[in-house]
Nanobody, 112 residues
């Protein structure tokens, strides 16, 4: 299984980015995004089930939107109104039959 993230980069505060994660293999029951800022633990950003049920961290509600394309086995994270505190490495996560897979991460830097 491979999870390949893309879409990270440098953006000014208030700007937008869209992350993508393409997964190999069969469809995953849950896909999502986590992030890890320097010196902090990895934390949940958002997840989405194969049926489209989403779960979002309070810190991103109203600003980030997670979606997925089951036919392409791809999950997206649309990030709007970005803040400097959103700066982190964003990791794609996928779960299937109790097994969790991680991507290598993509860096998002929000400049103030």
């Amino acid at each position: 299984v491979q999870l390949v993230e893309s879409g990270g980069g440098l953006v000014q505060a208030g700007g937008s980015l869209r992350l993508s994660c393409a997964a190999s293999g069969s469809i995953f029951s849950i896909m999502g995004w986590y992030r890890q800022a320097p010196g902090k633990q990895r934390e949940l950003v958002a997840t989405i089930t194969v049926g489209g049920i989403t779960n979002n961290a309070d810190s991103v509600k109203g600003r980030f939107t997670i979606s997925r394309d089951n036919a392409e086995n791809t999950v997206y994270l649309q990030m709007n109104s970005l803040k400097p505190e959103d700066t982190a490495v964003y990791y794609c996560n996928a779960q299937r039959f109790g097994i969790i897979y991680w991507g290598k991460g993509t860096l998002v830097t929000v400049a103030s």
